[in-house]
């Protein structure tokens, strides 16, 4: 008996020696189909953000923190990589929601650009990072592709409405440097080409057209609503659910595309005449100054192509 006993406990010290003298790591390490260790840097890591790249765009949020009368805007190298999510200014109004990998703008009656009474948290598309004034025409053209939802707007009690509005997506018009230049403008401010507008979870349209399709020269770059018009068309519904939205512009003509409905376009003589060049926006624009007004927009993906 007292030999069996020596043997066994000779047997069970050099088991825990051997175990010991592995690799401990190797314990918990995933392994594949062949039996082979894989490396921590061939791990697999969910994805758990908006599948959007921040290198051509800047934001612009509703408050106005560094008191210079304008709302504060953030610019491409503040957003990349992640840099937003560091930036305690910018949380508030544009954060993660690694629950379904999006990515959410929230904004309220706040600090409005110059040429609007409302505010936003919006997404400016800078094709030169650098320098705002440099932008595409229509002869170039471009797409934005988008998949977002609308998460919660608050209730509208002075309209017949139910809810308040925003804006999701934007064509927006802008003077270039050569029309500047030639006419000595004080303002390169454009209209609007076109507004994706949620309407109690209904997707509008609002393109500019002419009033006077005979307009001409000069008189076409006068932002005025004299000159150019809203025409709105519903283009489906959407509820608080997710949905796609695609826009496409090219000389003479405008596509836009809910899901997979069929193709809204636009080719007609004030698409012809469009004068301005443009630059492509998406976010979150109110459409309320009311007190305790407030909306939540999400984006899963965002892609721009010239």
């Known amino acids: 008996?007292?030999?069996?006993?020596?043997?066994?406990?000779?047997?069970l010290i050099?088991?825990?020696?051997?175990?010991?003298?592995?690799?401990?790591s190797r314990e918990f390490e995933p392994f594949t189909d062949d039996g082979e260790i894989i490396n921590d840097d061939e791990i697999p890591v969910p994805e758990n953000y908006a599948d959007i790249d921040f290198s051509n765009w800047k934001v612009t949020l509703p408050v106005d923190e560094n008191n210079n009368g304008s709302p504060d805007e953030y610019q491409p190298?503040?957003?990349?990589?992640?840099?937003?999510?560091?930036?305690?200014?910018?949380?508030?109004?544009?954060?993660?929601?690694?629950?379904?990998?999006?990515i959410e703008f929230y904004t309220l009656p706040g600090v409005s650009t110059t040429n609007s009474t409302y505010s936003r948290t919006e997404l400016r598309e800078l094709i030169n990072p650098s320098n705002a004034r440099e932008n595409w025409s229509l002869e170039e053209g471009g797409t934005m592709t988008g998949r977002l939802k609308v998460v919660d707007v608050s209730e509208d009690n002075e309209s017949s409405r139910q809810y308040h509005t925003t804006i999701v997506m934007q064509i927006h018009g802008i003077i270039s440097?050569?029309?500047?230049?030639?006419?000595?403008?004080?303002?390169?401010?454009?209209?609007?080409?076109?507004?994706?507008r949620w309407i109690d979870g209904y997707i509008y349209a609002y393109k500019k057209s002419l009033v006077d399709e005979s307009t001409s020269g000069d008189d076409l770059l006068i932002n005025s609503s004299d000159i150019w018009v809203d025409a709105s068309t519903n283009m489906g519904y959407v509820g608080f659910e997710e949905f796609e939205f695609r826009i496409t512009a090219s000389a003479g003509r405008?596509?836009?595309?809910?899901?997979?409905?069929?193709?809204?376009?636009?080719e007609d003589i004030s698409m012809d005449k469009w004068p301005f060049e443009n630059y492509f926006k998406a976010g979150n624009y109110l459409g309320s100054t009311a007190e305790g007004a407030f909306a939540k927009v999400k984006y899963?993906?965002?892609e721009v192509t010239h």
């Not at 050099?14 to 401990?24: A, G, I, P, Q, T």
């Not at 440097?177 to 076109?194: K, Q, R, V, W, Y």
Request: proline share 5%.
């Open 77 to 102: 190298l503040e957003l990349v990589n992640g840099g937003y999510r560091t930036n305690a200014s910018i949380q508030p109004y544009m954060y993660d929601d690694v629950s379904d990998s999006s």
């Open 177 to 196: 440097i050569e029309d500047m230049a030639t006419h000595g403008f004080s303002s390169n401010n454009g209209p609007p080409l076109i507004k994706m």
């Open 14 to 24: 050099l088991f825990f020696v051997e175990c010991s003298s592995n690799d401990n």
């Open 1 to 11: 008996m007292r030999i069996r006993v020596t043997l066994l406990s000779i047997f």
């Open 254 to 266: 405008l596509e836009l595309q809910l899901n997979d409905d069929t193709p809204l376009v636009y």
């Open 300 to 302: 899963y993906e965002l």
